[in-house]
């Protein structure tokens, strides 16, 4: 008989195949496992349990993997995050300001790689659990629409005053983490503007940045 782990596992994702198979695969691998079905529904859970690694797709409605890593990071950093996702090949591919400890490529990497990378995230020794406290996690924040003169702007909300503020948008680019200074505090916040949350849209490549879709396009038609 399977040895039970006493390590949880939060598996995120709108999928419910996707969802279900993975659980089924880290139960059948003797880990606890919880199911969430969107970034909002972790956070409600992380607040009763603490796992020991967020496995969260990208892609979601409502809160994107993108924006849930991130709040993930700075509320709870120590828990490892494996960030997934099937539109990009490899870790490097992508978009900037997610930050996770590992990438797992969703209908390319298979379990047996899965597996690998939790026993490897578990493994991890002290001092890199520490390295994470030091790290600085962006803000994802939507595209909140245009002002009186035609101007995008965004909401930011202040991680040290916890105050909001409006700023106008004066880039497109969503790979580029952004720097912004609070007004009430000074602080300096770091964000990035999730395209995902704004669109709305129920097409999958929607929700992905132009090079990512050429990338899902690719793959479809191969």
Not at 11 to 39: H, K, M, T
Not at 56 to 69: A, Q, R, T, Y
Not at 158 to 182: G, Y
Not at 201 to 214: C, D, F, G, N
């Amino acid at each position: 008989m399977l040895k039970k782990s006493n390590h949880e596992i939060l598996i995120v994702d709108d999928d419910d195949g996707v969802r279900n198979s993975l659980g089924l695969l880290l139960q059948a691998a003797g880990y606890e496992v919880s199911l969430a079905i969107n970034g909002f529904d972790a956070l409600l859970q992380l607040k009763r349990r603490i796992p020991a690694i967020v496995l969260s797709d990208l892609n979601m409605p409502e809160m994107s993997g993108f924006e849930l890593l991130s709040v993930v990071r700075r509320r709870f950093p120590q828990i490892s995050v494996i960030a997934m996702s099937g539109a990009y090949q490899t870790g490097d591919a992508v978009i900037g300001g997610v930050i996770a400890d590992a990438y797992f490529a969703k209908g390319q990497d298979g379990p047996r790689a899965l597996l690998q990378t939790i026993a490897h995230l578990l493994g991890k020794t002290e001092p890199h659990l520490a390295a994470r406290h030091r790290e600085s996690a962006p803000v994802w924040v939507s595209r909140n629409g245009t002002c009186s003169s035609g101007i995008p702007y965004v909401m930011l909300t202040c991680n040290d005053c916890l105050r909001s503020f409006p700023l106008s948008v004066t880039t497109d680019d969503p790979e580029k983490i952004q720097e912004a200074a609070c007004l009430f505090c000074a602080n300096i916040v770091r964000y990035v503007i999730d395209f995902s949350l704004a669109m709305g849209s129920s097409s999958p490549e929607a929700h992905l940045t132009p090079k990512a879709a050429r990338h899902t396009k690719q793959a479809t038609a191969g």
